[in-house]
């Protein structure tokens, strides 16, 4: 619940004013005419412009003296207010107009009291408004001194935006110069009135929005202040966020939290409050953190006390990386070790900057916590709807990121939690993977893996999974020692399922078969042995070593029980990792001693394909988005089962132990589904090995006939309709023309089905001489079939053979055959 009023930045100290309005104040801005004399009593004499427009008189027997009328009572005061809302007319002359609002804006400073004065005379905030309109910048921003004031209390808050003072201050905010005061005043009132959310939500969708976004970067530092107030009121209702964040605010904000001038403190906090706000939706997480800034949980300064640095031990990279010595002599004052960094030889070191930013992270944050000054500038922060165990800061990339690694050090469970999540969140690019790596924290994260506690251990494996989408990251968690771990996670039943298939993903992309080239020289890089910062050997586990783990058998059993009963996505990761294992023990002696028949039957025999048979006719559920995804999840499991089945094919015990003859039925049941097509190719390579090796003692149809059908020309079709590349387009072209003059039975149908005619229409016209060629045989051929003139007319082939007649072009004779055939 708010307070009663809303204190905002002001010029003006409060206890400097004591109301009533002393008679100096009165002579000054009133325009009040006393007429005295020192030696005897005359009167007072106080031309006051009334409502009516006559003259008032107030007589008095002696002139008041000063400080009689400041130690007055309030009714005394109250009845200059009066006097002074009266004032306000437009009837009154533009000068006591300014001079009362002027006055009435002092008092109004004097806190609610004076505020609830103000506001007993109805009509009051009409008049007040009227004067944002005046021709006096004075009387302006006096007007927008006085809202401010009134809109500082919650009682009169929408009052103020009912009078279309909004409204107003938009349209006087857009003037091309303003005076750098009225600009504060007229800002500050929209922060006041920002409070409001019904009011918030009325400024986000108004041009304001953009003005104050503007105002940003104005060069009076109270208007940015102003701004960057409303901005973080705007924040804190999440209706607001799309309209703030396509309006660019992010970088607006971004700026005053990374940039290394010093600027104002209340900017930066609501900057970093506003910006706090928009963390919390997924998708302004990612811009935030795009502009260089990192969610950090805020933990508490007593749980970096069980931190301990090394002090005494010889200094290392953040990411590991051994420094070698230079000098077996210590030095006297340890001066060596203080100014290590200086000592380096340009020569022999090359530094990339996400070390150096590691370096430099690593050390600030250290030195934060060795003297206990660590969130020291984040306690005032303002709590949040949440409990007090999610709240969160914005730290620049480099300390973000050693500020994350260094609560992974610590022994806090819950801090750990927390900060294992905002890595796994804060992995959005390359960037942030690698400096994630140079700060070391995968080799924290891989020790944290053996942690009894469930909920840690998810969100490790979370944040592994996001850095192991970086190739050059994904290879240091590899020689980290993940490899153990993550094989006893998939091993062991009790795991939740959930870091299971987390587990499974990391291992299939550490062990992707694709990477097969790269394997070769695994244990001897092509450009020698890796060596570390100043020429240190790097004396790890090998990693071929660490593979080991994979090849325990009942491991592999449970990958074969992946594939039987998990979902598509599983099985794909499960099929990748079992072919890794075929591709190391060549033998195939641990994959063959399981029943990995089974698995690639059910593999095989995906759901999706059964459903999408019943129901061809329903045209709008193939048509789906959700029908579409389910199927290229299967397709991907199918290729992948189909590329372990290749491999596995090469073992004539393998081949001895299967139905040939039932894994050729499913192949070919795959072949003629509707999967992507990309899919199909290890399917058609697995079903013509397999006919190759059973093929001629069975009683069915030869094997590469479906298979041009159904992979070779589609894939050719897609080719010719799809690649940028006149070459590729060319072979496609002119093997698509080699299949089709070879009367490969519906050849024809599959191309037209494909939608090949338009594509080849294209290329007589654009293509190459031999593309031309090819492409009207292929024509000439299809032109066979009457029942398919109408769409070679459709597609326009009649004026484009037309053109190649007319210019007595090289193909121009093969061209009218062509049209003739189309003409009959």
Known sequence: MLASTVLTPSKFNPSQFVPPISVPEIQRRSRLVIFSKSNSKHAVLARVSSSNGRDGAVDATSPPDIEAVSSASSDLGDGYVALFVRMLGLDHDPLDREQAITTLWKYSLGGKKCIDTIMRFPGCINLIVNLLRSESSSACEAAAGLLRSLSSVNLYRNSVANSGAIEELNRLLRQSSLAPELKEQSMSTLWSLSVDEKICIKIANSDILLLTIKYLDDEDIKVKEAAGGILANLALNRVNHNIMVEAGVIPKLAKFLTSNSEGSKVIRKEARNALLELVKDKYCRILVIEEGLVPVPLIGAAAYKSFTPGLHLWPKLPDGTEIERTSTQPSRFGASELLLGLNIDDKNANIEEAKINAIVGRTQQQFLARIGAIETEEKTIPHSESSNDQRLTLLPLVDGVARLV????????????????????????????????????????????????????????????????????????????????????????????????????????????????????????????????????????????????????????????????????????????????????????????????????????????????????????????????????????????????????????????????????????????????????????????????????????????????????????????????????????????????????????????????????????????????????????????????????AAGAVPALRRIVLSHRPQWERALHLLRSLQT
């Open 406 to 793: 260094l609560i992974l050090e610590l022994e806090d469970k819950s801090a750990i939690l927390r900060a294992a999540e905002s890595i796994a969140n804060a992995c959005i690019n390359e960037q942030m993977r690698i400096a994630f790596k140079e700060a070391g924290a995968i080799k924290h994260l891989v020790r944290l893996l053996n942690c009894d506690d469930n909920a840690v251990q998810l969100v490790v494996i979370q944040a592994l999974e996001r850095l192991s989408a970086s190739n050059v990251v994904c290879r240091v968690i590899e020689a980290e020692g993940v490899l153990g771990p993550l094989v006893g996670i998939l091993k062991c039943s009790k795991i939740p399922g959930t870091i299971v298939e987390t587990s499974l993903n990391i291992l299939a992309r550490i062990l992707d078969p694709s990477k097969e080239m790269q394997l070769k020289f695994y244990d001897g890089p092509v450009n020698g042995p890796e060596e570390t910062f100043d020429g240190a050997k790097n004396d790890g586990v090998s990693k071929t070593n660490t593979r080991n783990d994979i090849m325990d058998s009942v491991f592999i059993a449970h990958l074969v029980e992946i594939l039987k009963s998990s979902s598509p996505s599983l099985q794909e990761k499960a099929a990748s990792v079992l072919e890794f294992v075929a591709l190391t023990d060549l033998t195939l002696a641990p994959i063959i001693s399981v029943d990995i028949e089974s698995g690639l039957n059910s593999v095989f025999q995906q759901k999706i394909l059964k459903i999408s048979a019943d129901m061809e006719s329903d045209v709008e559920d193939q048509f789906s988005e959700a029908y579409a995804i389910e199927f290229e999840e299967a397709g991907r499991a199918i290729s992948a089962a189909s590329r372990l089945m290749t491999r596995l094919l090469d073992c004539e015990q393998f081949c001895h132990k299967i139905n040939s003859s039932h894994f050729i039925g499913l192949l070919r049941e795959i072949l003629r589904s509707n999967i992507p097509l990309h899919n199909k190719d290890w399917v058609a390579a697995c079903l013509v090995k397999l006919s190759s090796l059973y093929g001629n003692n069975m009683g069915f149809n030869p094997i590469n006939v479906e298979v041009t059908l159904y992979e070779t020309i589609p894939r050719l079709v897609e080719q010719i309709k799809t690649s940028f590349s006149p070459e590729a387009q060319e072979t496609a072209v002119v093997e698509l023309n080699r299949i089709i003059s070879e009367g490969v039975v519906d050849s024809s149908g599959a191309i037209i089905s494909g939608g090949a005619i338009y594509p080849l229409v294209k290329l007589i016209e654009e293509g190459s001489e031999k593309g031309v060629e090819a492409s009207l045989a292929i024509l000439y051929n299809l032109s066979m079939d009457s029942e398919n003139h109408s769409a070679l007319v």
